[in-house]
């Protein structure tokens, strides 16, 4: 009995969760049921408050669309004026040697050649106007007004189109501009780290290669940056003169490649070639000794390799950075000068580096040399060809403040031995922009 | 001997050209948060170079030849445009010598254009500083403008690569769906914001500040582009007065030597936000950017 006593609880108990436990399952299926109406609503409903947000979203974003302009301003006639950009380019400069007795050991020079007047002085004033022509042409034109001792001087310094449309990367230009050649001489002046050009450019160059011709090049589509490119031009500007062959008596041919190393540095490495014929290419100033009057006919072979290598912490610039530039010339000459034949090498190179240690200010320094050609025929000796063996050298030290990118004031302290004196030069230089914002090239 | 080698150079130079097939579009982004929209909007169709990272200022770059290689290979161009990129865009596109990306063309598409710009100048003159006559360029400060642009983005891809319209369209769709929820979240998250009152250091934040409802109540530059002297921080200081700002704000990019001043002078907390994709590890998309910039906010709001 006690046993059937003890039984009872635990069938009943046995049979209450039988019970309990259907009870349980529908109370779960109904939980369920609940839990499922339950998310579908909440679910609706987000989807619904998702779409409203969305829809609120959405307008507000619309109200931000610019407005579609319709008609547009009455045209005045002027509205697609070109872009216009003045550069001035004042100085003070203070030579110990006299600036009008310039020149360089062993390098006849071309006119122009020189490192301008002493004192106060407003170096060139630059005039530029640039704009798309159609879909197909960019042109471009620099007016260089020199207001000097001698007078009012308007050069045209460059008036050229660029196609802006040919397939596989080419591009094409014709006019009269900077031939693509080394580093420095695409650029224009007041775009330098330094006040004066280095003595290969100088020597060999008349400090810029500028002629009228046509010029194309070709980026190729690879990851590392390459241009290939080839030029012909007239011939009219040294180291070719006369206007040789027809007026086609320059030819240039170059190719460049360049990256990024990470994201801090950068380099591009250059190669180009120039070939100029000259006729009765006259150098000197008028009314020099004899002996400084030089007239070439002939042919110059001028070969550049060219180097640039820029550090800055992230690859941004406005802080801090480094650059380090050389370029080194070779030049063979092969003609006659004064009727006596020659045929001579010689060579040159510039390197520089520039800080910019803070927001607008940079150090820097560049030493450049020449090596003039040492054995001449006996008719040429102490003309200039004549270097007297001297290699001519100079050091640059320049620090320049630029306020913002439109206005900049250097100082350059240089000395060179490019004649048997050494030549001390201070320079005080200030180069602003007004107008067409420049561009900001490597 | 020149003329020949300068002749098998161009002969070259052509081969390789014609050598080249490719199977993606390719697209250069001027600023990393274009890079990131074009990879939402493109996915796996489209492959993206950034010209800048978030740690340049994208209106002092030089044409590098790296940027005009990216350029060369281009379908796409895709900038801010407002003359943020006017120091070297313009030399970039003309150097490149590629014809689909050159202004007016479909592959060359300036964000700042189908937006609404604030701060346009009424007076130009560079005495002002670096100002921009079109408008603030900073427009990438408002997520709202973000999606104005997608929407451009993706009709022009459609366009350049119309077999694939479809897909652009749908991805698009998904990335708008995704992107207004995400503003919506921002902007409710964003509520204990308004009306604080804060200091900026550059206008940088114009767009930020007015989807926000920020208060700015004093700016650093005094001029856009050129740095404060210590004299004009002193008369900031001395105007702050009881305005109270909770923080100052600068971008990943910028130097923090003027912030750094007025924040030891007065406690007032320096926050530097990312600015754009890539400004800090963890804002390494176009959600996570908006994602950190709010929370960062929200931490010094209190």
Known sequence: ?442 | MFRQLTFTLLILGFAMTAATAKAKISIFACEPEWGALAEEIGGDLVKVKNGTNAKQDAHFISVRPSLIAMVRKADLVICTGADLEIGWLPTLLRQSGNSKIQPGTAGYLAAADYVRKLEVPTIIDRALGDIHPQGNPHIIGDPRNVLIVARKLAERLAKIDPANRATYEQRLARFESRWLQAIAQWEAAAQPLIGLPIVVQHKTWVYLVEWLNMSVVSTLEPRPGIPPSTSHLQAVLKDLGESNPKFILNAAYENDRASEWLSERTNIPEITLPYTVGGSKQADDLFSLFDVTIAMLLEYAG
């Open chain 1, 1 to 442: 009995m006690a046993l059937v006593a003890l039984l009872i609880p635990v069938v009943v108990s046995a049979n209450s969760y039988a019970q309990g436990g259907d009870d349980i399952a529908d109370i779960k299926a109904e939980l369920e049921r609940l839990k499922q109406a339950y998310e579908s609503e909440l679910a609706r409903l987000e989807t619904r408050l998702n779409e409203i947000e969305e829809r609120v979203a959405a307008e507000e974003v619309a109200a931000l669309e610019a407005p579609v302009q319709s008609g547009g301003a009455a045209s005045s006639g002027n509205i697609f004026n070109p872009k216009i950009g003045i550069v001035f380019n004042g100085r003070f400069t203070s030579f110990s040697n006299e600036p009008s007795d310039y020149s360089i050991a062993g390098s006849p020079l071309g006119g122009e050649t020189g490192v301008g007047p002493e004192g106060f002085g407003l170096g060139e004033t630059e005039v530029n106007f640039s704009s798309n022509v159609s879909d197909l042409f960019y042109a471009s034109t620099t007016i260089a007004i020199d207001a000097g001792d001698d007078g009012v001087e308007v050069d045209l310094e460059a008036a050229f189109i660029q196609t802006i449309s040919l397939p596989a990367g080419a591009t094409l230009k014709a006019g009269r501009f900077f031939a693509a050649l080394g580093y420095l001489n695409e650029n224009h002046e007041h775009t330098d780290n330094f006040a004066d050009r280095p003595l290969p450019y100088q020597a060999f160059l008349a400090s810029q290669y500028n002629d009228d011709g046509i010029q194309l090049a070709f980026v190729l589509p690879t990851d590392l940056y390459m241009q290939v490119g080839a030029g012909a031009f007239r011939g009219a500007d040294f180291p070719a003169g006369g206007a040789d062959n027809d007026g086609t008596g320059a030819y240039t041919g170059f190719f460049r490649l360049g990256g990024d190393v990470g994201f801090s540095n950068s380099w591009r490495l250059g190669f180009s070639v120039l070939h100029a014929d000259a006729a009765g290419r006259e150098t000197g100033e008028e009314g020099a000794p004899p002996a400084e009057l030089l007239d070439f006919s002939g042919n110059t072979d001028l070969l550049i390799a060219d180097f640039k290598y820029q550090w800055s912490p992230n690859g941004n610039i406005v802080e801090r950075y480094f650059v380090l530039q050389g370029e080194f010339m070779k030049r063979y000459q092969d003609g006659s000068f004064n009727g006596i034949p020659y045929r001579g090498r010689d060579s040159g190179f510039y390197l520089e580096g520039v800080y910019k240690y803070r927001r607008g200010l940079r150090v820097g320094y560049r030493y450049s040399q020449l090596f003039p050609e040492d054995s001449l025929p006996l008719g040429l000796l102490g003309t200039d060809l004549d270097a007297a063996g001297i290699n001519p050298w100079n050091h640059s030290f320049m620090l320049d403040w630029a306020h913002n990118e439109f206005s900049l004031i250097r100082l350059q302290y240089s000395r060179e031995r490019s004649q048997l004196i050494r030549d001390n030069r201070f320079y005080i230089q200030f180069i602003m922009s007004i107008g067409a914002h420049a561009a900001h090239t490597f």
